[in-house]
């Protein structure tokens, strides 16, 4: 029984920017590279999604960090607020005169 063989990332990322390239068929390229064409079908499809996707989601990318940056922020600034009440409190005691409790 043979073992189906392992490419690697890289090899598959050649042989796929190959296809798309279309400067030769993809029966040129399986005889090159010794992989089913197939393979290199699946491998050029693959590519396309997700290089298409990688490049349209820049933004969105963009979009999700700036908000769980803001969400950081905001926790942030709201365990701050809490301590310097409690500072407040502490050095002042419980009659804090602009704290309006």
């Known amino acids: 029984m043979s073992r189906r063989k392992q490419f690697s990332g890289e090899f598959k990322a050649r042989v796929a920017l190959e296809a798309l390239k ?3 068929t993809v029966s ?3 005889q090159e590279y010794g992989v ?4 290199i079908h699946a491998w050029k499809k693959e590519a396309r999604e997700v290089l298409a996707e990688h490049m349209g989601d820049k933004r969105r990318h963009r979009d999700k960090e700036a ?11 709201g365990r701050l607020t809490v301590e310097v009440d409690f500072l407040k409190k502490g050095l002042y005691g419980y009659h804090y005169k602009d704290d309006a409790r």
């Not at 089913?36 to 393979?39: A, F, G, I, R, Y």
């Not at 908000?67 to 600034?77: G, N, S, V, W, Y």
Request: hydrophobic share 25%; no cysteine; net charge negative.
């Open 67 to 77: 908000a769980e940056q803001k969400a950081r922020l905001h926790e942030q600034i």
């Open 28 to 30: 040129e390229l399986s």
């Open 36 to 39: 089913h064409p197939t393979q």
């Open 22 to 24: 279309e400067d030769r």
